[in-house]
């Protein structure tokens, strides 16, 4: 999101455009009217840059579920699969069609 987009964003409140965005008390502990100052509190404030380290498993975890085994895959079910597709569709944000696939 850059700065321009948060302050469009901000100019609506209850559905209606708002031509005047209230000051913000910045960092500095002080209220501020100049947009720069806002953005960047409102940057620091909900923009957190310090992630903390969070352990993969927790002690709260649910126990594993028993692995399963996948059903083979064979040249028959993917070609029975894609037989009645469009030519002219993609099946994904690649672009790449169906003709390329058959």
């Known amino acids: 999101m ?4 948060l302050w469009e964003a901000a100019t609506w409140h209850k559905g209606r455009s708002i031509k005047r ?4 008390l910045t960092s500095h502990a002080s209220l501020s009217h100049n947009p720069v100052h ?3 509190t409102l940057q620091q404030r909900f923009f957190v ?16 579920l028993p692995p399963h085994d996948f059903p083979p895959i064979t040249e028959e079910k993917i070609m029975a699969a894609i037989a009645l597709t469009s030519n002219k569709s993609a099946p994904g944000s690649s672009g790449i069609n169906y003709t390329l696939l058959k």
Do not use: C, G, K, W
């Open 2 to 5: 850059t700065s321009e987009n």
């Open 49 to 64: 840059t310090d992630h903390p380290q969070v352990a993969p498993i927790q002690p709260d975890d649910p126990e594993p």
């Open 38 to 40: 806002m953005s960047a």
């Open 21 to 24: 965005i209230p000051p913000l």
